[in-house]
């Protein structure tokens, strides 16, 4: 009697069993779930960095300061801002003194044309400089020799808008992708002239010396065919 007893309630608890496991095919987030669908990609400015809705509140954008200037920008931290920032520290030093007025860094997506450059601000990955001065010729000869050496020193990772089929003389950009190993080398590159004496922004060179000229006409005539 007791093995009879025995060899039903086996029986019992493995039909009971089988019958959980038959249903749990069919119950959502149990024994068989639904595969994941990809994750959305995210939206980009034109040189294929994220786009942030706002700045400084959950956001690779903050309001940085631009060392020796008493500016402050609204740029993506990290590489891009020590490039940047590079830039207008030489802008303001060499080629004519920034207001505070004269100085723009990101801006929301719904304010710009996504299909310009100047998208690129809504990444934090670009700056203007007199905002108001984006039209061709606003720089004597002079002034833009200073600011095709500051480009020649970005070794091609940032591009002038005055350069573009859509002039914007104000418009400064990262001109490489997030995962351009560029960036990086040139960030680099940067540290260390802020870390070492007599480099760097804020320190005189000349720019009519035939080296410096060589290698900004060289980058001048690349990113003027691009």
């Known amino acids: ?62 309001t940085r300061p631009v060392a020796g200037t008493g500016l402050k920008v609204d740029v993506r931290i990290g590489d891009v801002e020590l490039i940047l920032v590079h830039v207008i520290r030489r802008f303001h030093y060499e080629v004519e003194q920034i207001q505070r007025v004269d100085l723009a860094g990101w801006r929301a997506i719904g304010k710009l044309d996504k299909d310009l450059p100047e998208s690129n601000l809504a990444s934090g990955t670009a700056v203007q400089i007199r905002p108001g001065a984006g039209a061709k010729g606003g720089l004597f000869p002079l002034q833009e020799l200073v600011l095709r050496d500051i480009l020649a020193d970005c070794e091609g990772v940032v591009r002038w808008g005055g350069d573009d089929s859509t002039v914007n003389e104000s418009l400064f950009y990262i001109d490489a992708g997030p995962n351009d190993e560029r960036v990086r080398k040139v960030a680099d590159k940067l540290r260390d002239w802020d870390a070492t004496p007599g480099e760097g922004a804020g320190v005189e060179v000349n720019v009519l010396s035939p080296s410096r000229r060589s290698r900004a006409d060289r980058l001048a005539r690349t990113q003027r065919s691009d």
């Open 1 to 62: 009697m007791q093995n009879e007893m025995t060899r039903r309630t086996v029986v019992k608890s493995a039909a009971v069993i089988g019958a959980v496991a038959a249903m749990g095919s069919f119950v959502p987030g149990t024994a068989s779930a639904a595969p994941k669908s990809k994750s959305q990609k995210l939206p980009t400015s034109a040189n294929g960095w994220t786009l942030e809705k706002e700045a400084n509140h959950v956001s690779t954008v903050w």
